[in-house]
């Protein structure tokens, strides 16, 4: 699978000193949807932003479809469809119109049949007709969907898609983008919403304070980080941790109740045969046991505080010099 995206030494640093982008480096993958996650403010939006031509990078080189994005950016903006975070549309405009007018700045043939198709697919063709300034917020959003749909591109950004719009709008917006990647268009979503991603994406990119701290397969990333846990449903309470039991990485939960087991699921041996043993030697009874893995939210998670970690402490070592 080729890469229809090279992004090398990416940097953004704004006229007030502000880095927004430190140096990044992502290769995307032809016909895969990649999910970019991040808190706020680490530099997502400002990406997105350069590779589509809004935003000039101070340095560094992008490549779209084999196209630069300064050198040949009417073709590297072709190959484009991007959906924003904010509301862009003429409000006095109709539906219809505002993705003639779309399709039309990118250089491509009236084509009623396509668009049609696009009003469907994002239930929008019984308001072709209205002006957008009386539809609701869900559907204003479904028509910037359209909007970047309309001259056909081979790449879909979407930045923060389904940020407070409808459960339909959400579940419809999904459906059509896994209709999408089956007929090859490359997805790249950011979403603050996790569990869209570990559902949808083929591939993770982390990043947080301008730096691209981590890129991997979902599953991988899954089965190499998520770790999982073992609750031991007692018959009654301990006050603390047994002797016998100390070396184990064990917690208690729900006032003694629970007696949580954090293990490397990847590991041959967990341990769980032999914590069990041990518990029953020392008459500690159960009544159930319940395991689980840790989500793709607690991985971010965890990535960020890490990262947030490796970057605060040289600051605090120079502040201390």
Request: aromatic share 4%; hydrophobic share 45%.
């Amino acid at each position: 699978m080729n890469d229809i995206i090279q992004v090398t030494g990416l940097t953004k640093t704004y006229a007030s000193g502000f880095q927004a982008l430190d140096k990044v480096d992502l290769n995307i993958r032809r016909g895969e949807i990649f999910a970019l996650l991040g808190p706020n403010g680490a530099g997502k939006t400002t990406l997105i932003s350069i590779i589509c031509g809004i935003v000039n990078p101070t340095a560094g080189r992008v490549v779209v479809d084999g196209h630069d994005i300064v050198r040949d950016y009417r073709a590297a903006r072709t190959a484009i469809g991007l959906v924003p975070q904010e509301l862009t549309n003429n409000m006095f405009d109709t539906v219809w119109a505002t993705l003639k007018l779309s399709r039309g700045l990118f250089g491509k043939p009236a084509d009623a049949a396509h668009l049609e198709k696009v009003l469907r697919d994002l239930s929008l063709w019984d308001k072709r007709n209205e002006k957008i300034m009386s539809l609701s917020g869900g559907m204003k959003r479904r028509v910037l969907i359209a909007k970047a749909l309309s001259h056909e591109p081979d790449i879909l950004f979407l930045d923060e898609p389904t940020a407070g719009v409808d459960v339909e709008l959400r579940r419809d917006m999904w459906e059509m983008v896994r209709k999408l990647r089956a007929s090859g268009v490359t997805i790249i979503l950011t979403t603050h919403y996790i569990e869209e991603a570990e559902e949808m994406a083929d591939r993770i990119g982390v990043i947080n304070g301008g730096k691209l701290i981590l890129v991997e397969e979902k599953a991988a990333l899954m089965r190499k980080m998520g770790t999982k846990q073992l609750s031991i449903h007692l018959q009654q309470p301990l006050e603390q941790i047994p002797v016998a039991v100390a070396d184990y990485q064990l917690a208690l939960e729900q006032e003694g109740h629970i007696l949580v087991y954090t293990f490397d699921a990847l590991k041959e041996q967990t341990g769980i045969a032999e914590l069990l043993r041990t518990l029953a030697r020392e008459g500690i009874e159960f009544k159930d046991l319940h395991s689980s893995q840790s989500s793709l939210e607690d991985i971010f998670v965890g990535l960020v505080h890490n990262a947030g970690e490796s970057v605060s402490a040289p600051q605090r070592a120079g502040e201390a010099s």
